[in-house]
């Protein structure tokens, strides 16, 4: 009987459930897809920003070129900037310095030899952004401190703060202005080109000193060592390093100008540094044209001080030999002193 039913009972083939597929939506976010991807219980690595310190490596002088096609601009109060579009004046163009002992953090400079500072004051009552402008401090702080974060093709400088350097859009007098916060909206405000306008020269690798001679064993043996010889080796081998060392060098880098700039009333303030750059020339003449260009002022007199009286005395000869390091003091047209 038991096999009776089994028999009339007809065999039917079991069709396997097909999964639901697996593609993704269109309408998953790109940030769900990398999550769905990670088994559970662990999470997908962040994507960590990168530094934008390769833009700068090899730059000495650079213009930003904010969103709007304008550049970051040095005022000529030398207190204020703001965004132009007239990019190819002195104004435009902002000296980049590095932070001895802090990695991927770079400063700029003005051609009025002052720093590109974020502040903490307000720039306008009942807004979040905070001004930014020139200032010289007797120490330089993590105020004049931005760090570059690569976007693209493109940088984000970003305070030690946390806020970003930002060129205003707008009407007056929002647009032109120039703020550091953290934008909600308008986020590419907060991007920059970055324009190299010279590049930062090469240093030459250090050239090693070749020792000296050694003496042969039979030299020694055969005769016993005079003075005259003993004294003369050593000094010989060092004139002839030091001249084939230090003095390719010095051709080939120039010398090192540490100036300062008088003040409207005459007076040069004292302590703070003094900025500095590699002269290359050989003549007053282009000197002064040079320090015209990195101080942003026109027709300047070129003077030393003297180290007893302390009075300044327009230099009229030529340059010191051998690549000396200056001390230069550059008097505007303007200084009543």
């Known amino acids: 009987m038991q096999e009776k039913v089994l028999s009339d009972v007809e065999a039917v083939e079991a069709t396997p459930k097909t999964p639901p597929s697996l593609s993704p939506s269109p309408h998953i976010c790109r940030e769900s897809m990398l999550i769905m991807s990670f088994p559970i219980g662990r999470m997908p690595p962040t994507l ?9 490596q090899k730059a000495k002088t650079v213009r930003l070129r904010s969103h709007h096609e304008k550049f970051l601009l040095a005022e000529e109060d030398q207190e204020s900037v703001c965004q132009d579009r007239q990019g190819s004046i ?21 051609c009025y030899g002052k720093y590109l500072t974020a502040t903490d004051e307000q720039f306008l009552l009942g807004v979040t952004g905070r001004r930014v402008c ?12 931005w760090e570059p974060i690569r976007d693209g093709f493109q940088v984000r400088l970003k305070t030690r703060y946390g806020n970003y350097l930002r060129a205003n859009g707008g ?28 590049l930062r020269p090469e240093q030459p690798p250090p050239q090693l000193a070749s020792p000296p001679p050694a003496q042969s064993d039979s030299l020694s043996e055969s005769e016993p060592s005079s003075p005259s010889f003993n004294l003369r080796t050593p000094r010989s081998s060092k004139l002839e390093s030091s001249d084939s060392a230090g003095g390719t060098s010095a051709k080939s880098e120039g010398r090192v100008i540490y100036y300062n700039v008088v003040e409207d009333d ?11 750059f590699l002269f290359k020339g050989h003549g ?13 002022l026109e027709d300047v007199i070129v003077c030393s001080r003297n180290r007893l009286n302390g009075k300044l005395y327009p230099l009229r000869l030529d340059l010191p030999p051998n690549n000396a390091t200056m001390h230069i003091v550059v008097v505007p047209s303007s200084s009543k002193g």
């Open 48 to 56: 960590e920003p990168r530094s934008g310190m390769e833009l700068f």
């Open 134 to 145: 020139q200032t010289l401090p007797r120490k330089l702080d993590s105020k004049v401190d």
């Open 171 to 198: 009407l007056p007098p929002w647009r032109n202005s120039i703020t550091h916060d953290i934008p909600h909206r308008h986020k590419d405000w907060i991007l920059w080109e970055v324009d190299i306008v010279e």
């Open 90 to 110: 002195q104004r435009a163009k902002w000296t980049v310095e590095f932070v001895d002992g802090v990695d991927g953090v770079v400063r700029f400079r003005s």
């Open 284 to 296: 007053l003449e282009e000197l002064t044209a040079k320090l015209e260009e990195e101080t942003g």
């Open 266 to 276: 005459g007076k040069i303030e004292e302590g703070r540094e003094e900025p500095s």
